[in-house]
C-alpha cells in the first residue's frame, strides 16, 4: 500500500512500524500506534460502506482535541473524501463553540453526506439531522471511546477489515488504497462578523505541506494546547508522518504548559501572541528544563518588539513568528535566526518562497515598489479554493488567482515583510479579526440598550483591544455584566469589549451623526470631566 504522495499513506507505513509506541497522550490516556491505526480503518471502512468516496464530505462533531480529531481526518482523507469540522469556529489558537443551527448550516453549505460523531454529541447529531431539510440524505456514524471504542453504522459495529498479505492469500473487505480529493478541509473561521464563514482548502496544500515537513525532519513531539481540527492540526500531522508523537491538551495554562515540556521532552508546539506573554512572565519559566524544544512557533496578531525580546531570552534559538491567513496558510516567516536581529522584530519576516506576495495600491491594484504601503495580496498553491456557499465573497476577495488579505503592509528593501494593520477598521483581538460595526449591532440589539458604540485600539503591547460606549434605557438597564454576557453569547467571547462606559446621551456631530471620535476620546480618559452615571446592579463606576 505504498504511496509516497499521500500524507496518510505515510501515516499508516509509520504506524506500521512498532505496534506499542505510544502516538497519542490525551488526558490520562496513551494511545499506542496499533490503535490509532485500527481506528483509522474502521472509520475509512464505515465510509466505504457509506458509499463515501472521492470528493464527497463529511462532517465531525467530537469534543476538541479528542484523538478521533486525527483519526477521522485521516480515514476522510484516505478515502479521498473533504473533511469538515462542526465542532467549534477557528480562531486562530482559540476555539468557540457553536450552536446547533449553525452547525446544521455548516453541514448543508457543505453538502456534507455523513456525520461522524462521538458519544458526548450522539444527542446534538441527532438534533442537528433534524434541523436539515434533507436529514435523510445525511447518514449518522457513532464513535465510541477515543479510540479503541466502536465505529457503528445504525447502532451496528463496524469490524475492522482483514487486510492483504504479502502473498495475496488473505482477502480484504476494504480497499485502502489512498485516494487524493481535490479538497482538503472546509474550515470554518468566525473572522470579523462572528458569523462561520467555511474557507475550502486544496488537498494538495496540506498534503505536501506535511509530506515535505516530514521526510526531512527527524521524529517531533507535538505539544496542542489549540484545536487540532483548525490551526494546530497542520503541525499534529506532521509530527505523527514524522514518526512522532502528539500531546493533545484542551486549553493552556502556563505552569501545566511548561511541564508537559519537560516531561514529554516536547520538540515543537504553537500558540498566540498573548500565551507567549504570559509564558515570559511566568516564574517557573526560568527553572523548566526546555532542552528538548526545537521550535515554538507563534501566531495571531502583531507582537511587540520589546516583548519579544524578552521571550527571545527565554526561548534562545527556538522562537518563530508566522504570519498567514487561512485563506492562504503562511505567508511569511521570522526565523529564529531573525529574533536573534532587533531591527527584524517589528517585522513579519521574509515571505514563503514557494508562493508569490505582492504589495498593491488598494485603489487601482497595481503593483507598488520596495518601501511603499499597500495591500498585501498573496498567489500560491496553498491559496484557498473560496468560500462555502458564498459566490460573491469569493469574488471579492480571491481575484484572478491571487487572495486579496486585506492586510496594509510595505516589504523593505531587505525583502522582510511589515504590517500595518487592515485596510478598513477591523480589530485583530488575539486571533481573531473584529469588526466594530457587528458588535456595536449586537449591543443595541439588547432590549436594554438605545446606543451603541465600539472602537479598537492597541493596548501597550501591541494587542489589539475593543472598548465600546452605551447609551441604557431608563425603564430596564442592564448590568455591565449582562451585556459582556449577551455578546458573548450571540457572537462570542473574542467579540466582548474590554471595557464599557457608559453614557447618558451621546454626543451629535454637525451632520447628525453620533460624534464617534468625542465619544472615543472621552471614554478613554476619566480627566475629561464628564457627568458619568452608574451602572444598575452595580457598585462599579462606567470605566470599567
Known amino acids: ?28 490516556t496513551v494511545v499506542p500506534a496499533a490503535e ?26 467530537t469534543s476538541v482535541n479528542s484523538p478521533w480529531m486525527l483519526a477521522t481526518r ?48 450522539a444527542a446534538e447529531a ?5 434541523l436539515l431539510a434533507s436529514r435523510s440524505e445525511v447518514r449518522l456514524c457513532a464513535l465510541g471511546t477515543p479510540l479503541s471504542g466502536p465505529v457503528s453504522i445504525d447502532g451496528s459495529p463496524v469490524a475492522e477489515p482483514t487486510t492483504t498479505t504479502a502473498t495475496g492469500s488473505a482477502a480484504s473487505t476494504i480497499d485502502l488504497t489512498p485516494h487524493t480529493p481535490t ?13 462561520p464563514k467555511g474557507v475550502v482548502k486544496p488537498f494538495v496544500a496540506w498534503n505536501n505541506v506535511v509530506l515535505n515537513e516530514a521526510t526531512f525532519t527527524s521524529a517531533k513531539t507535538f505539544l496542542a494546547v489549540s484545536a487540532v481540527s483548525h490551526t494546530g492540526g497542520l503541525l499534529t500531522d506532521m509530527a505523527i508522518a514524522s514518526g512522532g508523537s502528539a500531546l493533545l491538551r484542551t486549553a493552556f495554562e502556563p505552569a501545566a504548559f511548561l511541564r508537559d515540556i519537560a516531561e514529554y521532552r516536547v520538540t515543537d ?51 518563530h513568528h508566522s504570519y498567514g491567513t487561512t485563506e492562504t496558510g503562511q505567508i511569511a516567516m521570522l526565523t529564529a535566526a531573525d529574533h536573534d536581529v532587533a531591527e527584524l522584530l517589528d517585522t513579519v519576516g521574509r515571505p514563503r518562497t514557494d508562493l508569490t506576495v505582492a504589495v498593491r495600491d488598494p485603489r487601482t491594484g497595481r503593483g507598488l515598489p520596495a518601501g511603499q504601503l499597500g495591500e498585501v495580496v498573496v498567489r500560491g498553491a496553498n491559496n484557498m479554493l473560496g468560500y462555502a456557499a458564498d459566490p460573491d465573497l469569493t469574488a471579492r476577495v480571491l481575484r484572478d488567482g491571487w487572495v486579496h488579505t486585506g492586510d496594509l503592509g ?67 438597564p442592564p448590568a455591565r455584566e449582562a451585556l459582556r454576557g449577551h455578546v458573548a453569547a450571540l457572537m462570542t467571547p473574542t467579540h466582548v469589549p474590554a471595557t464599557l462606559t457608559r453614557w447618558r446621551a451621546f454626543p451629535i456631530n454637525v451632520n447628525g451623526k453620533v460624534d464617534r471620535v468625542l465619544v472615543r476620546e472621552q471614554s478613554s480618559h476619566p480627566e475629561a470631566g464628564r457627568d458619568e452615571p452608574a451602572w444598575p446592579n452595580s457598585s462599579e463606576t462606567t470605566k470599567a
Open 183 to 195: 479538497r482538503a478541509m472546509v474550515i470554518y473561521t468566525s473572522g470579523s462578523t462572528g458569523s
Open 1 to 28: 500500500m505504498k504511496d509516497p504522495g499521500h500524507y496518510v499513506a505515510r501515516i499508516l507505513d509509520q504506524l506500521a512500524l512498532d505496534d506499542d509506541r505510544p502516538v497519542i497522550r490525551w488526558q490520562d
Open 74 to 121: 485521516y480515514a476522510v482523507h484516505l478515502v479521498g473524501a473533504t473533511v469538515v469540522y462542526v465542532s467549534g469556529s477557528n480562531h486562530g489558537t482559540t476555539t468557540h463553540g457553536l450552536t446547533r443551527q449553525t452547525r446544521a448550516r455548516m453541514v448543508h453549505e457543505t453538502g456534507a453526506s455523513v456525520l461522524l460523531f462521538d458519544e458526548d454529541n
Open 410 to 476: 510595505r516589504i523593505g528593501d531587505n525583502g522582510y515583510l511589515r504590517l500595518f494593520g487592515r485596510m478598513d477598521d477591523v480589530v485583530k483581538v488575539h486571533d481573531t479579526r473584529v469588526h466594530p460595526i457587528e458588535v456595536e449591532k449586537v449591543l443595541a440589539g439588547h432590549p436594554g440598550v438605545a446606543d451603541a458604540c465600539v472602537w479598537g485600539r492597541q493596548g501597550p503591547d501591541l494587542l489589539g483591544e475593543l472598548h465600546a460606549a452605551v447609551v441604557l434605557r431608563e425603564d430596564d
Open 36 to 61: 490509532l491505526r485500527s481506528a483509522l480503518i474502521r472509520v475509512a471502512t464505515a465510509l466505504r460502506r457509506l458509499d463515501v468516496g472521492s470528493d464527497d464530505t463529511v462532517a465531525v462533531l
Open 269 to 319: 508546539t504553537l500558540i498566540g501572541v498573548p500565551l507567549l506573554y504570559q509564558l515570559t512572565n511566568h516564574p517557573d519559566a526560568p527553572t523548566t528544563d526546555l532542552s528538548s524544544l526545537r521550535r515554538l512557533l507563534y501566531i495571531g496578531c502583531a507582537a511587540s518588539p520589546e516583548r519579544v525580546r524578552e521571550a527571545v531570552k527565554v526561548f534562545p534559538g527556538v522562537l
Open 126 to 130: 441527532d438534533g442537528i439531522r433534524a
